[in-house]
């Protein structure tokens, strides 16, 4: 066998390059073989590497020779998945964390400092805001929530110590939607950072860093994993900030597992094609439950009577899954809906080939008072629902149940 050959068959290493297209990279990029050829990713479960000699362990100890050391500072699997996304995201490098919580946390630890202030959407996930207000706080980092889709709020909330502005687009579960480029130039124009939370939409749909954001931030737990296995984050951004992250990652030890690693680039694999078809259907059935007798108001990206159908059209190449809804009347009419479905999982987590379907004003965002509630807009009639990839005709026949027990 030619050298070229055996390289060809063994250890293939797919370049990145701006030419492949999305789809090509979710499947390839990030892949490096090792000398038995393997064709799908290996998984390295193990803890620490051995070294041909003590040199050797000096020289890697000590930063003179690059390899691997010990799977909290690097790990083959976990580099690969770190690789994938990154491309994706179009960032020059990532950093994967034990989940989307430790992701942001990282972040905040590695990047800003005691008196340093953010900027943050107050649509964003409610731990997300319980990070902010009641344990980035107690390092000396204050937070300000706005409104998401007033640029006039973003900007007057700055003060001289805004270091960093967060959000996520949409938002959870009201679909309300910020311009990413025009807070990218608020958050620029003050020398911050625009970290942007893409659960919802991942970059087969959306990539913020190619509208100005400085950073991403994923649950790959969600859409990224697909099939509701494991929990992860990661962190996608330029060379200087990651570097700042991984070395805390690397010392204050929320790194991935390489099992959990594995199954998010597997993941990655389908991703686009997953991403399309959640958001065709959920298309199909926002329009659907619009048209529905007991359905006061849909809330979804892709309907052209969203108020921000425009911004979505600019800066998303489809809607996605998640849409929300709410019923005519209040808690114990959600709640008759939610309990007369037979085949959608009653359950928090999202970006599932199974569909799901929460009430969130009694759960994701329980423990708001109910004036805060009331002023996000979380009423007691409205139902989250994640549109998972069963027949959209069994979906709408699940739902109907719902809608008949509603006028029951
Ligand atoms: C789930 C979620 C998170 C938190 O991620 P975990 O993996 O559960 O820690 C953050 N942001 C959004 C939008 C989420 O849906």
Request: hydrophobic letters at 40%.
């Amino acid at each position: 066998m030619s050298q070229s050959s055996y390289e060809r068959a063994h250890r293939i290493q797919f370049e990145t390059s701006d030419a492949y297209d999305i789809d090509t990279l979710s499947v390839r990029a990030g892949q490096s073989r090792t000398a038995e050829g393997e064709h799908s990713d290996a998984i390295f479960a193990t803890s620490s590497f051995v070294f041909s000699s003590a040199r050797e362990a000096a020289a890697r100890f000590g930063g003179d020779e690059e390899g691997n050391i010990y799977s909290r500072f690097t790990n083959p699997t976990v580099q690969a998945f770190e690789e994938r996304i990154a491309a994706l995201e179009g960032g020059e490098r990532a950093v994967a964390t034990a989940s989307g919580m430790a992701a942001i946390l990282n972040l905040g630890l590695a990047l800003l400092k005691q008196g340093d202030h953010v900027v943050c959407s107050r649509s964003v996930f409610g731990s997300t805001v319980s990070l902010f207000t009641k344990y980035l706080s107690r390092a000396g980092i204050q937070t300000t929530f706005v409104d998401p889709t007033d640029l006039a709020a973003w900007e007057a909330a700055v003060t001289p110590s805004t270091r960093l502005f967060f959000m996520e687009t949409p938002s959870n579960p009201l679909a309300e939607l910020t311009d990413i480029s025009a807070v990218a130039d608020i958050a620029h124009a003050h020398d911050a950072w625009l970290a942007v939370d893409n659960c919802f939409l991942t970059p087969a749909l959306q990539r913020p860093l190619l509208m100005g954001a400085d950073i991403v931030m994923h649950s790959a737990t969600k859409y990224l994993d697909g099939q509701g296995r494991c929990i992860g984050g990661v962190l996608v951004g330029r060379d200087k900030e990651m570097e700042e992250v991984f070395g805390l990652i690397r010392t204050g030890g929320s790194c991935m597992s390489p099992f959990n690693a594995w199954v998010f680039l597997k993941g990655l694999e389908t991703l686009p094609l997953r991403m399309r078809a959640h958001s065709e259907s959920a298309l199909q059935i926002a329009t659907w439950l619009q048209q529905q007798p007991g359905i006061r108001k849909v809330y979804y990206s892709g309907l052209t009577d969203h108020p921000q159908h425009a911004l979505a059209c600019k800066q998303q190449s489809a809607f996605g899954g998640v849409l929300a809804f709410e019923v005519d009347g209040e808690r114990e009419e959600a709640w008759r809906f939610i309990d007369a479905t037979q085949m959608v999982s009653i359950t928090g987590n999202l970006g599932d080939v199974k569909s799901t379907i929460t009430h969130p004003a009694t759960t994701t965002h329980g423990r708001m008072s109910a004036e805060e509630r009331d002023a996000a807009g979380i009423r007691e009639g409205l139902i989250r629902f994640s549109v998972g990839l069963e027949s959209v005709d069994d979906i709408k026949a699940d739902l109907q149940r719902g809608l008949d027990a509603l006028s029951a």
